[in-house]
Protein backbone atom coordinates (compact mmCIF):
# COMPACT_ATOMS: atom_id res chain seq x y z
CA UNK A 1 0.00 0.00 0.00
CA UNK A 2 3.07 2.22 0.59
CA UNK A 3 4.37 1.92 -2.59
CA UNK A 4 1.00 2.43 -4.52
CA UNK A 5 0.91 6.12 -2.39
CA UNK A 6 4.69 6.75 -3.67
CA UNK A 7 3.51 6.12 -7.18
CA UNK A 8 0.14 8.15 -7.00
CA UNK A 9 2.14 11.09 -5.48
CA UNK A 10 4.90 10.31 -8.24
CA UNK A 11 1.61 10.51 -10.56
CA UNK A 12 0.53 13.87 -9.62
CA UNK A 13 3.67 16.00 -9.79
CA UNK A 14 4.50 14.35 -12.81
CA UNK A 15 0.51 15.77 -14.14
CA UNK A 16 1.12 19.08 -12.61
CA UNK A 17 4.67 19.46 -14.13
CA UNK A 18 3.22 18.75 -17.24
CA UNK A 19 0.53 21.20 -17.15
CA UNK A 20 2.32 23.86 -15.96
CA UNK A 21 4.87 23.07 -19.38
CA UNK A 22 2.03 23.28 -21.21
CA UNK A 23 0.36 26.19 -19.95
CA UNK A 24 3.79 28.05 -20.60
CA UNK A 25 4.00 27.76 -24.52
CA UNK A 26 2.06 30.66 -26.18
CA UNK A 27 0.54 28.00 -28.59
CA UNK A 28 -1.32 25.76 -26.56
CA UNK A 29 -5.06 25.49 -27.04
CA UNK A 30 -5.49 24.28 -23.49
CA UNK A 31 -6.57 26.82 -21.52
CA UNK A 32 -6.75 26.78 -17.56
CA UNK A 33 -9.51 28.26 -16.06
CA UNK A 34 -9.09 31.50 -13.64
CA UNK A 35 -10.56 32.70 -11.06
CA UNK A 36 -13.65 34.81 -11.79
CA UNK A 37 -13.97 33.23 -15.03
CA UNK A 38 -17.41 31.83 -16.85
CA UNK A 39 -18.17 30.29 -20.13
CA UNK A 40 -19.23 33.24 -21.88
CA UNK A 41 -16.59 35.52 -20.92
CA UNK A 42 -13.76 32.38 -22.38
CA UNK A 43 -15.87 32.14 -25.03
CA UNK A 44 -15.86 35.71 -25.82
CA UNK A 45 -11.94 36.18 -25.57
CA UNK A 46 -11.27 33.03 -28.06
CA UNK A 47 -13.89 34.16 -30.36
CA UNK A 48 -16.29 30.97 -29.92
CA UNK A 49 -19.94 30.50 -28.31
CA UNK A 50 -20.75 28.98 -25.12
CA UNK A 51 -22.00 25.60 -27.16
CA UNK A 52 -18.88 25.21 -28.63
CA UNK A 53 -17.23 25.20 -25.32
CA UNK A 54 -19.44 22.69 -24.27
CA UNK A 55 -19.31 20.25 -27.43
CA UNK A 56 -15.47 20.71 -27.24
CA UNK A 57 -15.15 19.89 -23.65
CA UNK A 58 -17.71 17.41 -22.30
CA UNK A 59 -19.00 19.75 -20.29
CA UNK A 60 -22.60 18.83 -18.58
CA UNK A 61 -23.49 22.19 -16.64
CA UNK A 62 -22.04 26.11 -17.11
CA UNK A 63 -20.10 25.68 -13.54
CA UNK A 64 -16.17 26.30 -13.88
CA UNK A 65 -13.66 25.19 -11.61
CA UNK A 66 -9.93 27.31 -10.96
CA UNK A 67 -7.99 24.53 -12.65
CA UNK A 68 -10.06 23.18 -15.24
CA UNK A 69 -8.89 22.55 -18.73
CA UNK A 70 -10.62 23.52 -21.73
CA UNK A 71 -10.13 23.20 -25.37
CA UNK A 72 -10.20 26.34 -27.12
CA UNK A 73 -10.23 27.66 -30.79
CA UNK A 74 -6.51 29.71 -31.46
CA UNK A 75 -4.93 31.42 -34.44
CA UNK A 76 -2.19 29.62 -35.47
CA UNK A 77 0.47 30.76 -38.00
CA UNK A 78 2.13 28.35 -40.47
CA UNK A 79 5.17 27.28 -40.60
CA UNK A 80 7.62 26.11 -42.73
CA UNK A 81 6.76 22.12 -43.14
CA UNK A 82 3.29 21.96 -41.29
CA UNK A 83 0.89 19.88 -42.78
CA UNK A 84 -2.93 19.83 -42.04
CA UNK A 85 -2.66 16.52 -40.35
CA UNK A 86 0.39 17.36 -38.42
CA UNK A 87 -1.33 20.64 -37.16
CA UNK A 88 -4.72 18.66 -36.53
CA UNK A 89 -2.38 16.53 -34.48
CA UNK A 90 -0.77 19.28 -32.32
CA UNK A 91 -3.92 20.81 -31.22
CA UNK A 92 -6.36 18.72 -30.47
CA UNK A 93 -8.69 19.12 -33.90
CA UNK A 94 -9.03 17.67 -36.90
CA UNK A 95 -8.27 18.32 -41.01
CA UNK A 96 -11.80 18.44 -41.56
CA UNK A 97 -12.90 21.16 -38.90
CA UNK A 98 -9.70 22.96 -39.73
CA UNK A 99 -10.59 23.01 -43.64
CA UNK A 100 -14.32 24.20 -43.03
CA UNK A 101 -13.28 26.87 -40.17
CA UNK A 102 -11.21 28.71 -42.76
CA UNK A 103 -12.87 27.82 -45.46
CA UNK A 104 -9.94 26.22 -47.27
CA UNK A 105 -10.71 23.51 -50.75
CA UNK A 106 -7.27 21.77 -50.75
CA UNK A 107 -4.89 20.99 -47.82
CA UNK A 108 -1.99 23.20 -49.25
CA UNK A 109 -0.66 25.87 -46.62
CA UNK A 110 1.86 28.41 -47.31
CA UNK A 111 4.00 29.60 -44.74
CA UNK A 112 2.57 32.83 -43.01
CA UNK A 113 -0.83 31.40 -43.58
CA UNK A 114 -3.01 32.40 -40.36
CA UNK A 115 -5.31 29.61 -39.28
CA UNK A 116 -7.75 29.22 -37.12
CA UNK A 117 -7.86 25.95 -35.06
CA UNK A 118 -11.30 24.54 -33.60
CA UNK A 119 -10.89 21.59 -31.40
CA UNK A 120 -12.54 18.57 -31.90
CA UNK A 121 -16.05 17.73 -31.22
CA UNK A 122 -17.30 15.72 -28.52
CA UNK A 123 -20.04 13.13 -29.54
CA UNK A 124 -22.90 14.56 -26.81
CA UNK A 125 -26.67 13.95 -27.21
CA UNK A 126 -28.48 15.60 -24.33
CA UNK A 127 -27.14 14.87 -21.25
CA UNK A 128 -24.85 11.78 -22.62
CA UNK A 129 -20.98 12.49 -23.64
CA UNK A 130 -20.12 9.46 -25.68
CA UNK A 131 -16.46 8.51 -25.54
CA UNK A 132 -13.34 5.71 -26.15
CA UNK A 133 -11.12 4.99 -23.49
CA UNK A 134 -8.61 7.00 -24.22
CA UNK A 135 -10.97 9.84 -24.77
CA UNK A 136 -12.20 9.26 -21.38
CA UNK A 137 -8.51 9.70 -19.55
CA UNK A 138 -8.41 13.00 -20.95
CA UNK A 139 -11.46 14.43 -20.35
CA UNK A 140 -11.46 13.09 -16.02
CA UNK A 141 -8.01 14.87 -16.43
CA UNK A 142 -8.70 18.08 -17.11
CA UNK A 143 -12.13 18.57 -15.00
CA UNK A 144 -12.12 18.58 -11.15
CA UNK A 145 -15.29 17.80 -9.14
CA UNK A 146 -16.84 19.58 -5.78
CA UNK A 147 -17.95 16.58 -4.50
CA UNK A 148 -15.89 13.74 -2.05
CA UNK A 149 -15.55 10.38 -4.21
CA UNK A 150 -14.43 7.63 -1.90
CA UNK A 151 -16.54 4.45 -3.80
CA UNK A 152 -16.82 3.00 -7.02
CA UNK A 153 -19.62 0.97 -7.87
CA UNK A 154 -19.52 -1.74 -10.06
CA UNK A 155 -22.93 -2.69 -11.70
CA UNK A 156 -24.44 -5.14 -14.83
CA UNK A 157 -27.66 -3.79 -16.35
CA UNK A 158 -29.30 -7.27 -16.34
CA UNK A 159 -31.54 -5.61 -19.24
CA UNK A 160 -30.36 -4.15 -21.62
CA UNK A 161 -27.92 -7.42 -22.19
CA UNK A 162 -26.05 -7.94 -25.03
CA UNK A 163 -28.88 -8.44 -27.30
CA UNK A 164 -30.25 -5.54 -27.44
CA UNK A 165 -26.92 -3.41 -28.52
CA UNK A 166 -25.88 -3.09 -32.08
CA UNK A 167 -22.96 -1.89 -31.97
CA UNK A 168 -24.27 1.64 -32.48
CA UNK A 169 -27.36 2.76 -30.59
CA UNK A 170 -25.47 3.79 -27.36
CA UNK A 171 -27.51 6.69 -27.54
CA UNK A 172 -30.74 5.25 -27.52
CA UNK A 173 -29.73 2.61 -24.94
CA UNK A 174 -28.78 5.51 -22.88
CA UNK A 175 -32.24 7.03 -23.71
CA UNK A 176 -34.09 4.40 -23.21
CA UNK A 177 -32.59 3.65 -19.07
CA UNK A 178 -32.95 7.40 -18.93
CA UNK A 179 -36.71 6.91 -19.38
CA UNK A 180 -37.24 4.07 -17.24
CA UNK A 181 -35.34 5.80 -14.24
CA UNK A 182 -37.21 9.15 -15.00
CA UNK A 183 -40.54 7.64 -15.45
CA UNK A 184 -40.87 4.43 -13.64
CA UNK A 185 -38.36 4.82 -10.41
CA UNK A 186 -39.41 8.86 -9.81
CA UNK A 187 -35.53 9.60 -10.05
CA UNK A 188 -34.46 13.08 -11.51
CA UNK A 189 -32.28 11.55 -14.33
CA UNK A 190 -30.49 8.65 -15.74
CA UNK A 191 -28.93 6.31 -12.30
CA UNK A 192 -26.07 5.82 -13.17
CA UNK A 193 -22.55 8.53 -13.67
CA UNK A 194 -20.94 5.81 -16.48
CA UNK A 195 -21.88 3.41 -18.99
CA UNK A 196 -19.36 0.70 -20.48
CA UNK A 197 -20.51 -0.90 -23.64
CA UNK A 198 -19.74 -4.23 -25.18
CA UNK A 199 -17.57 -2.55 -27.86
CA UNK A 200 -15.53 -0.93 -25.09
CA UNK A 201 -17.09 2.80 -25.39
CA UNK A 202 -18.13 4.71 -22.40
CA UNK A 203 -20.89 7.30 -21.44
CA UNK A 204 -20.53 9.97 -19.06
CA UNK A 205 -24.38 10.67 -18.16
CA UNK A 206 -25.07 11.52 -14.35
CA UNK A 207 -22.63 14.24 -13.66
CA UNK A 208 -20.19 13.41 -11.21
CA UNK A 209 -21.15 16.20 -8.54
CA UNK A 210 -24.39 14.55 -8.77
CA UNK A 211 -24.52 10.98 -6.37
CA UNK A 212 -25.68 8.41 -8.29
CA UNK A 213 -29.38 6.91 -7.63
CA UNK A 214 -30.79 3.42 -7.20
CA UNK A 215 -31.22 0.47 -4.83
CA UNK A 216 -27.94 0.13 -3.63
CA UNK A 217 -28.50 2.64 -0.96
CA UNK A 218 -27.53 6.43 0.53
CA UNK A 219 -24.55 5.10 2.10
CA UNK A 220 -23.33 3.86 -1.04
CA UNK A 221 -24.34 6.69 -2.90
CA UNK A 222 -24.06 9.50 -1.58
CA UNK A 223 -19.48 9.29 -1.96
CA UNK A 224 -20.53 7.07 -4.82
CA UNK A 225 -19.46 6.63 -8.67
CA UNK A 226 -21.91 4.68 -10.11
CA UNK A 227 -20.94 2.30 -13.10
CA UNK A 228 -23.53 0.58 -15.10
CA UNK A 229 -21.89 -2.50 -17.55
CA UNK A 230 -24.41 -3.20 -20.14
CA UNK A 231 -24.39 -6.65 -20.10
CA UNK A 232 -26.26 -9.70 -17.86
CA UNK A 233 -23.03 -11.31 -16.30
CA UNK A 234 -24.55 -13.78 -14.09
CA UNK A 235 -23.55 -16.98 -15.44
CA UNK A 236 -24.87 -18.57 -18.41
CA UNK A 237 -25.76 -15.25 -19.99
CA UNK A 238 -23.83 -12.81 -21.44
CA UNK A 239 -19.81 -13.36 -21.69
CA UNK A 240 -18.34 -10.16 -21.18
CA UNK A 241 -15.89 -8.87 -24.74
CA UNK A 242 -12.51 -8.22 -24.03
CA UNK A 243 -12.77 -4.69 -25.05
CA UNK A 244 -15.60 -4.27 -22.26
CA UNK A 245 -13.24 -5.94 -19.83
CA UNK A 246 -10.64 -3.91 -20.63
CA UNK A 247 -12.58 -0.79 -20.45
CA UNK A 248 -14.24 -1.96 -16.84
CA UNK A 249 -10.59 -1.99 -15.43
CA UNK A 250 -9.06 0.88 -17.46
CA UNK A 251 -11.71 3.54 -16.32
CA UNK A 252 -11.99 1.65 -12.71
CA UNK A 253 -7.77 2.38 -12.75
CA UNK A 254 -8.32 6.13 -13.45
CA UNK A 255 -10.74 7.09 -10.86
CA UNK A 256 -8.92 5.54 -8.47
CA UNK A 257 -6.18 7.88 -9.56
CA UNK A 258 -8.60 10.77 -9.81
CA UNK A 259 -9.83 10.59 -5.93
CA UNK A 260 -6.65 8.91 -4.52
CA UNK A 261 -8.31 5.34 -4.09
CA UNK A 262 -6.27 2.38 -3.42
CA UNK A 263 -8.05 -1.04 -4.82
CA UNK A 264 -10.27 -2.89 -1.76
CA UNK A 265 -13.50 -3.66 -0.56
CA UNK A 266 -13.58 -0.39 0.66
CA UNK A 267 -12.81 2.01 -2.37
CA UNK A 268 -14.54 -0.64 -4.80
CA UNK A 269 -17.95 -2.67 -4.12
CA UNK A 270 -19.91 -4.29 -6.06
CA UNK A 271 -23.64 -3.85 -5.48
CA UNK A 272 -24.42 -7.42 -4.58
CA UNK A 273 -22.62 -6.39 -1.50
CA UNK A 274 -26.06 -4.16 -0.60
CA UNK A 275 -28.81 -5.18 1.49
CA UNK A 276 -31.90 -3.60 -0.49
CA UNK A 277 -34.28 -3.36 2.41
CA UNK A 278 -31.82 -1.62 4.49
CA UNK A 279 -29.07 -0.05 2.20
CA UNK A 280 -26.61 -1.45 4.35
CA UNK A 281 -23.76 -3.21 3.81
CA UNK A 282 -23.66 -6.86 4.29
CA UNK A 283 -20.60 -8.14 2.23
CA UNK A 284 -21.25 -12.28 1.17
CA UNK A 285 -23.56 -12.36 4.06
CA UNK A 286 -26.99 -11.03 2.43
CA UNK A 287 -29.73 -13.07 1.70
CA UNK A 288 -30.73 -13.67 -1.77
CA UNK A 289 -33.89 -12.53 -1.32
CA UNK A 290 -32.43 -9.38 0.10
CA UNK A 291 -29.34 -8.59 -2.33
CA UNK A 292 -29.18 -8.84 -5.68
CA UNK A 293 -26.73 -10.58 -8.00
CA UNK A 294 -25.16 -7.72 -9.89
CA UNK A 295 -22.89 -6.75 -10.88
CA UNK A 296 -23.48 -10.72 -11.98
CA UNK A 297 -21.97 -13.63 -10.91
CA UNK A 298 -19.46 -14.27 -13.73
CA UNK A 299 -18.56 -10.56 -13.07
CA UNK A 300 -14.39 -11.20 -13.84
CA UNK A 301 -14.46 -14.52 -11.60
CA UNK A 302 -17.60 -14.07 -9.54
CA UNK A 303 -19.66 -11.63 -7.22
CA UNK A 304 -17.93 -11.90 -4.15
CA UNK A 305 -15.65 -10.37 -2.02
CA UNK A 306 -13.00 -13.04 -2.91
CA UNK A 307 -13.42 -13.28 -6.37
CA UNK A 308 -12.66 -9.25 -5.95
CA UNK A 309 -10.10 -9.44 -4.07
CA UNK A 310 -8.45 -12.54 -6.22
CA UNK A 311 -9.61 -11.78 -9.84
CA UNK A 312 -10.58 -8.08 -10.54
CA UNK A 313 -8.23 -5.49 -7.71
CA UNK A 314 -5.02 -7.10 -9.11
CA UNK A 315 -5.87 -5.87 -12.69
CA UNK A 316 -7.25 -2.72 -11.59
CA UNK A 317 -3.75 -2.44 -9.63
CA UNK A 318 -1.56 -3.51 -12.30
CA UNK A 319 -3.85 -0.98 -14.51
CA UNK A 320 -2.76 1.64 -12.38
CA UNK A 321 0.87 0.86 -12.41
CA UNK A 322 0.81 1.17 -16.34
CA UNK A 323 -1.51 4.53 -16.49
CA UNK A 324 1.59 5.65 -13.50
CA UNK A 325 4.09 4.31 -15.96
CA UNK A 326 2.52 6.08 -19.36
CA UNK A 327 2.91 9.86 -18.49
Known amino acids: MKNIFILFFLYLVSINFNVVQAEASDSTNLYSVQAGDTLVKIAKKFNTTVKELKIANGL ?23 TLDNIASAYHSTVELIKAANNLSTNILYEGQKLKIPPKKMLIKGNHILMTKEEFKEWLSHHKFKRKIRLIQQHHTWTPSYKHFN ?43 IPPEGSIGWKANHAGIMIENIGNFDKGFDV ?8 IVYITALLCLKFGLTPSIDTITYHHWWDLRTGERVLDNGKSFAVKTCPGTAFFGGNTTKSATKYFYPLVKDQIKKIMNEQ
Open 240 to 247: MTKEQKET
Open 167 to 209: GTNHFALLKGMENFHVKEKGWKMIAQNITTFPDGKIAVSRPFD
Open 60 to 82: QTNSLFVGQKLWVPIIYQVKAGD
